[in-house]
């Protein structure tokens, strides 16, 4: 069932007939199409032993009945929003392959090598982090302070962040937040270390973006286990981006903006809608208003910078998992993988505003307002084609248009095929 539905999550008990979870999560682990499935172990069994044997065949979490409902869900979306991530890494590689482009499949890196970063003000704490990490050839490093872990996560490109939950003289959660906001660390996976009844605050970092905890006392074998199974994570993402990028920067990408071309955009839309990797999918078709008039007065060379001007707002202004692409001319599409209806309007609203917040001086003297019309359409992703998605949010963009510019409008019904 994992290898054919390609669920976000699989929760395995341990205890079943026939075949154990640990075996079952071995092998799902060992089969490159379902290797990058989140597991999350159930079982009875509540012995250090059992959680880290779940631990070493790959799970990326162990709970133990009964299951705290807040716990799970905790777990629950840092893993989903984690696997979501990763998705859409492997389908833009699997569109470069598709294309002749990319390398063979990402298999699972040694850690040996890996740089993390432990911030907590006891030594004795720290120094038994660093040497559990080291056990497993992670090179550790030490921070006493959130402003000290800050210097050195903007000196040092760290694998993994460790955090003590009890420092003791400023708020942890703050650098949680901190943390996933800085472009450094953004996507650095975040291991707590907590005190038994900090439960609520582990619940409050979760929501913040961390990824894993564990529970003072610290087990070495448990700290080992979630530090390398994060750590991999973590290579297996940035190998799949290096390739990425590689291959597109060479042919599918627009030499005038740096977004994808349309060649890129056409083969990865029909990747994620034949995968099912997404259960609704949201395309936003954008055209600069009077584009031409600008051409026409002020010449192709302010033309093109105005043209990058928008192309970087709409980067910088969409999620790291969404795809922005130039169609041609003046038109870019931007896909939103997961996204229904009311999102995606409230998505281009927000888009539609930056540019128009955009400063463009066609000449040094004379500033001239940048806008964008947008269609957008939705449609679960069984439902549709890339090309009926793509001309009913196309269609939508000249409803737009006849209705005055600078505005946006929802296509509401995706006729299936």
């Avoid at 060992?30 to 065949?57: Q, S, Y």
């Avoid at 040694?110 to 080291?134: K, M, T």
């Avoid at 955009?265 to 584009?291: E, I, K, N, T, Y």
């Avoid at 549709?384 to 296509?411: C, T």
Wanted: aromatic share 6%.
């Amino acid at each position: 069932m994992a290898r054919a539905w390609q669920p976000d999550l699989i929760l395995l008990d341990v205890m079943m007939p026939g075949m154990d979870g640990y075996e079952c999560c071995r092998l799902l682990k060992d089969d490159e199409v379902t290797l990058h499935i989140p597991v999350v172990m159930v079982t009875a069994l509540g012995e250090p032993g059992e959680r880290l044997r779940g631990l070493e065949a790959g799970a990326d979490d162990f709970l133990t009945k009964p299951v705290e409902y807040d716990t799970l869900m905790a777990r629950v979306r840092s893993l989903v929003r984690l696997k979501r991530l990763l998705d859409e890494w492997r389908a833009r590689g699997d569109t470069a392959r598709a294309l002749g482009l990319g390398t063979d499949r990402v298999l699972i890196p040694s850690v040996a090598g890996a740089r993390a970063l432990v911030v907590d003000d006891w030594d004795q704490s720290a120094q038994s982090i660093q040497a559990a990490l080291g056990e497993e050839g992670v090179i550790p490093g030490c921070a006493r302070s959130s402003a000290e872990a800050f210097d050195m996560t903007m000196a040092v490109n760290f694998d993994l962040l460790v955090v003590n939950l009890s420092l003791a003289d400023e708020d942890p959660l703050k650098l949680v937040s901190i943390l996933r906001a800085s472009d450094a660390t953004h996507e650095t996976p975040l291991l707590l270390v907590a005190e038994p009844g900090e439960k609520h605050r582990v619940l409050r970092a979760f929501e913040l973006g961390a990824n894993d905890w564990l529970v003072q006392p610290i087990d070495p074998n448990e700290l080992r286990a979630r530090a390398r199974n994060q750590i991999r994570r973590k290579f297996y993402q940035d190998r799949l981006r290096s390739d990425l990028g590689t291959a597109l920067e060479m042919a599918l990408t627009d030499p005038l903006t740096g977004l994808y071309n349309q060649r890129y955009l056409r083969r990865h839309l029909s990747g994620l809608m034949d995968s099912g990797q997404s259960r609704q999918l949201a395309v936003l078709m954008v055209d600069v208003d009077h584009f031409k008039s600008v051409n026409d007065r002020y010449g192709h060379a302010s033309g093109d910078r105005a043209l990058r001007l928008i192309a970087d707002s709409l980067r910088v202004n969409t999620r790291v998992f969404d795809s922005v692409a130039r169609y041609g001319g003046e038109e870019f599409v931007v896909v939103m993988p997961g996204t229904g209806p009311e999102e995606a309007a409230a998505a281009a609203e927000r888009l539609r505003s930056a540019v128009e917040e955009i400063e463009f001086n066609a000449t040094a003297a004379t500033r001239v307002p940048l806008t964008v019309s947008m269609g957008v359409a939705c449609t679960p992703v069984a439902s549709s084609s890339p090309e009926v998605l793509l001309q009913a949010a196309d269609a939508a963009l000249y409803d737009a248009k006849r209705n005055g510019r600078n505005r946006i409008e929802i296509a509401r019904t995706v006729p299936a095929i």
